[in-house]
């Protein structure tokens, strides 16, 4: 397995895990790139760090994110791994671990939900608005604006109703714009 299937395995099971936003290999003000890091419902953030080889997990302990966590993004954070290469016991504090067993992602272990600062949160912002960034140069001339509003366009060309099996931007689910509810 190389780490770019990894990668695309970390992105599909964060999809999986309801992250509605997703991004891989993105770097962020921090100097962090996340291997695959999805966003769910209040903004809550799930960061999935893919390791194939003992050597590339043990020097990711070096870096400066690592050193001082709380400049780490991520309110779950997670490794993804063949089966056997990390242990449990030798995890970051909070940290789950994902296992890649015959093609198949087991959690061993569930993440703290709380693990991003305040300073994290700034990093996932920059990433995100640097990755916003990204698309708008790509689609130029046309605004990032003008690109979110294609349902607009498509009911004008449609003369006045959106084609079929397309809904309204009013009626569309937001969860990000919703308040987490709290497990009781």
Not at 57 to 79: M, N, T
Not at 100 to 112: D, F
Not at 124 to 134: G, H, I, K, T, V
């Amino acid at each position: 397995m190389t780490h770019a299937q990894l990668v695309d395995r970390a992105v599909r099971w964060l999809r999986g895990y309801r992250c509605g936003v997703v991004l891989s290999e993105q770097a962020c003000a921090s100097g962090e790139m996340p291997d695959a890091i999805g966003w769910k419902q209040a903004s809550h953030s799930v960061l999935v760090e893919c390791k194939v080889t003992r050597a590339d997990f043990l020097a990711d302990r070096a870096k400066p994110f690592r050193q001082k966590p709380e400049k780490g993004v991520g309110c779950e954070r997670f490794y993804l791994a063949p089966a056997e290469l990390i242990r449990v016991e030798e995890l970051p504090t909070g940290w789950g671990l994902l296992a890649l067993r015959r093609g198949r992602i087991e959690m061993l272990r569930a993440s703290a939900k709380n693990l991003r600062s305040a300073t994290g949160f700034r990093c996932e912002m920059n990433l995100l608005l640097a990755s916003l960034r990204r698309v708008e140069v790509r689609i130029q001339p046309q605004s990032i604006t003008d690109f979110l509003k294609w349902k607009n366009r498509m009911a004008e060309y449609n003369r006045g109703t959106l084609p079929e099996g397309l809904t309204g931007a009013e009626e569309e689910m937001n969860v990000f714009l919703k308040p987490e509810v709290p497990v009781s």
